[in-house]
C-alpha cells in the first residue's frame, strides 16, 4: 500500500496527523498576522505621539513657516532663553504651582469627606464635587469673566448695591482670578484620582497608629498622607503639567492683565503677529515638553525602591470617621465647592442669555433676540454639528483604539507591547497647545496626496491623540480585574482568538468602555487650545465658536450656547453614572 492509502485506513494516524498540520498552519498564520498586527499598531501609534513630536523639533530649528523654503538655526531658542521668554517660562511654573497646591490640598479633604467620615448624602455630594471637571472650562471662563469684571460684574454689582460702596472687591483679571478659574477644574480633576485611594486604604493601619498613642493629626501626616504618597505624587505631577498646559483661564483672565503664560505666548505668536513666528513658538512647546519630561522623571526617582502597601491580603471593613454634629459641616462645605463652581457660572449664563446687553440687568432689557440669533445662525450650527461628528466619531475611534493597547499591555506577552504602551502614554505628557503646533507642522510636510492639513481631520486626529492616554488607563483597569482563566476556558471550548476578544472580554468589559467613551466624548468638546490651531473655515467646532463671539463682543449670544452645553454635559454625564450604576449592581 502506498503512504497515502494507509492514512485513510481507520484507526490510521493520518488524519491526526493531518489535525496536527492544519494547527501548525493555523499558529503559523496567528503568529504572521500577530506580527503584521503588532507592527501596523506601532505604525499608527508613531504618527500619531512621535511624528508630531519630531516635527516639533524640527519646527523648532527651521526659520520659516511650514511649507515654505528656510535655513536650519538656533534663533527661536536665543529667544527661548531671553530674559522676556524665561519670565514668561517662570510666569507659567508659578501660576501651576499656585493652584495645584491649594487645588490638591482641597482635592485630599474632599476626598477624606467623601470617603472616610459619615457625611450625609456622600454619594450625591461625589457627583456634585466631580460636575466641573465635566464642563467645558471655555464655559465658566467666560461666565466668571461676566461675574467678576471689575465695572459691570454681576457680583460687583450686587456688593455696591447691597453695601453702597463704589469700588469693586473681585477683579478676576488678575493673578489671582487666573488661579482662581484654573483650581475650579484642578480640584475636581484631582479629587478623582484620590478619593478611590482613600477607599481602598486598610483602616487597621491607621487604627495601629491610634492604639500606640498618636493623635488623629499625626496618623493622618506619618500614616495616611506617606501610605498615599504614590497617588499624591502621581496627581500633584499630572494637575501641574495641566497648570502648564492651560489655555481658557490665562487667554480670558491673564490677557487683559498684561499676564503671559506659556500657552498665550504660542497662539499670540502665531496669530497676534504681523508675521507669525512659527520658530520660536514651536521651540517653546519643545522647551515645555523637555520639562515636564523633567517632571516625571523626578518623580520616578523620588518613588524607585520604595513601597506604599496599602491594600492587604487580609479582609477589612472600611470604616467611616463619625463626625457629629461636625458631619454638617462637612456637608455644607461640599454644597458651597458646588454652589461656587457650578451654579453661580450657570446662573449668570442663564442670566445673561436674557438680557439685551451684558452688565444692564433691567426688566425693560428682558429679550428673546439671543435665542433667536443663535438658533438662525449657520455659523453656529456648523460648529455644533462639528462637534457632535467629532466627538461620536473621535470617542469611538480612540477607545477602539485604547481598548486594543490595553489589551496587548496587560493581557499578552507580546512582543513590542511595552513599546505600544509607551507610545499610548507619551500624549499625556504634550500639552493640547504643543500637540496642535506639532500637527501643524506634520500636516503641513505631509506629502500632497494626504490632504490632511486645514480640514476636520486634523482635528480629529488631535483628539485621538489627546484621548488615548485617557482610553488606555480606563480600559487597562477594566481588564486587569478579568481572570486569564476565562479566555483559557473560551480557548479550550474551540473559540478562535477574535470570537474569545469579542465574546468575553468585551462583553465584560463593555460598562467601563462606556465609561470611557462618555469621558473621551466630554475631553473632546471642552478642547480648545489643538482646536484653535488647527481648525480652518467650515471646520470650526463649538469652543472656537464661542471664543469668536466672545472676541467680537457677543458675550449674550455666549450665554446662550454655554446654556445648551450644559444641557449635553448633563445627559452625558447621567447617561455615564447610570452605566456605571448598572454595571456595579451587576457585580
Known amino acids: 500500500m ?4 494507509i492514512g485513510n485506513l481507520p484507526g490510521s494516524a493520518g488524519p491526526a496527523r493531518a489535525r496536527v498540520l492544519n494547527r501548525g498552519g493555523f499558529r503559523q498564520r496567528f503568529l504572521e498576522g500577530r506580527t503584521v498586527g503588532v507592527a501596523a499598531l506601532i505604525a499608527i501609534l508613531g504618527f500619531l505621539t512621535l511624528y508630531p513630536f519630531g516635527m516639533l523639533l524640527y519646527g523648532s530649528l527651521h526659520s520659516t513657516p511650514p511649507g515654505m523654503a528656510g535655513e536650519f538655526n538656533l534663533h527661536g531658542y536665543a529667544e527661548v532663553f531671553s530674559a522676556p521668554a524665561m519670565l514668561i517660562l517662570l510666569n507659567t511654573v508659578g501660576i501651576s504651582l499656585a493652584k495645584t497646591i491649594p487645588s490638591l490640598t482641597l482635592a485630599v479633604f474632599l476626598a477624606w469627606i467623601i470617603a472616610r467620615t459619615d457625611t450625609p448624602w456622600a454619594s450625591k455630594l461625589e457627583v456634585l ?3 466641573p471637571f465635566f464642563i467645558p472650562p471655555i464655559l465658566t471662563a467666560m461666565a466668571w469673566a461676566m461675574l467678576g469684571n471689575p465695572q459691570v460684574g454681576l457680583l460687583n454689582t450686587l456688593w455696591k448695591w447691597m453695601t453702597g460702596s463704589t469700588t469693586s472687591p473681585i477683579n478676576v483679571y488678575s493673578y489671582g482670578g487666573v488661579v482662581w478659574h484654573m ?8 479629587f478623582l484620582f484620590i478619593v478611590d485611594i482613600f477607599r481602598a486604604m ?32 502621581n496627581s500633584f505631577i499630572l494637575s501641574f503639567i495641566r497648570g502648564m498646559e492651560n489655555f481658557e483661564s490665562p487667554l480670558f483672565f491673564g490677557t487683559p492683565a498684561k499676564i503671559t503664560v506659556m500657552t498665550t505666548e504660542i497662539y499670540n505668536s502665531i496669530n497676534h503677529h504681523a508675521t507669525p513666528d512659527y520658530q520660536y513658538a514651536t521651540a517653546i512647546g519643545f522647551t515645555a515638553m523637555i520639562l515636564m519630561f523633567a517632571l516625571v522623571f523626578m518623580q520616578w526617582r523620588i518613588l524607585r525602591g520604595r513601597t506604599f502597601t496599602t491594600v492587604t491580603g487580609k479582609g477589612y471593613q472600611p470604616k467611616v470617621m463619625k463626625l457629629g454634629k461636625w458631619r454638617w459641616a462637612t456637608f455644607a462645605f461640599c454644597i458651597l465647592f458646588f454652589f461656587v463652581t457650578v451654579i453661580l457660572p450657570v446662573s449668570q449664563l442663564f442670566i445673561g442669555s436674557f438680557f439685551r446687553f451684558f452688565g444692564f440687568y433691567q426688566w425693560d432689557m428682558l429679550t428673546l433676540e439671543h435665542y433667536r440669533n443663535v438658533f438662525s445662525s449657520s455659523e453656529i450650527w456648523r460648529g455644533f454639528i462639528n462637534t457632535m461628528l467629532l466627538g461620536l466619531l473621535g470617542a469611538s475611534l480612540t477607545m477602539a483604539l485604547g481598548s486594543i493597547v490595553a489589551y496587548i499591555s496587560i493581557r499578552t506577552k507580546w512582543r513590542g507591547r511595552r513599546l505600544i504602551d509607551a507610545l499610548a502614554w507619551l500624549p499625556w505628557m504634550m500639552p493640547g497647545m504643543v500637540l496642535g503646533i506639532g500637527f501643524l507642522w506634520a500636516f503641513a510636510m505631509l506629502p500632497g496626496p494626504i490632504p490632511i492639513y486645514g480640514t476636520i481631520w486634523a482635528l480629529l486626529l488631535a483628539y485621538i491623540t489627546l484621548g488615548t492616554p485617557v482610553s488606555v488607563r480606563v480600559m487597562t483597569g477594566a481588564y486587569a480585574q478579568l481572570s486569564f482563566d476565562l479566555e483559557e476556558c473560551s480557548r479550550v471550548h474551540g473559540a478562535t482568538f477574535f470570537q474569545t476578544l469579542w465574546r468575553i472580554l468585551v462583553a465584560l468589559a463593555w460598562p467601563s468602555f462606556a465609561v470611557g467613551w462618555v469621558l473621551t ?23 472656537v465658536v464661542l471664543m469668536k463671539l466672545w472676541a467680537n463682543g457677543l458675550a449674550e449670544q455666549v450665554s446662550v450656547i454655554g446654556l445648551m452645553m450644559m444641557l449635553l454635559v448633563i445627559a452625558f454625564r447621567w447617561l455615564q453614572l447610570s452605566v456605571l450604576k448598572r454595571h456595579i449592581s451587576t457585580l
Open 2 to 5: 502506498t503512504e497515502q492509502t
Open 129 to 131: 464635587i466631580t460636575l
Open 183 to 190: 483650581i475650579q477644574y484642578s480640584t475636581p480633576f484631582l
Open 202 to 233: 486598610d483602616p487597621a493601619l491607621e487604627e495601629s497608629s491610634r492604639m500606640c498613642g498618636a493623635s488623629r493629626w499625626r496618623t493622618f501626616r506619618n500614616i495616611t498622607l506617606v501610605l498615599m504618597m504614590p497617588a499624591l505624587t
Open 521 to 543: 466624548f466630554f475631553m473632546i468638546m471642552r478642547e480648545l487650545s489643538a482646536s484653535i490651531l488647527l481648525y480652518s473655515v467650515g471646520s470650526e467646532v463649538l469652543s
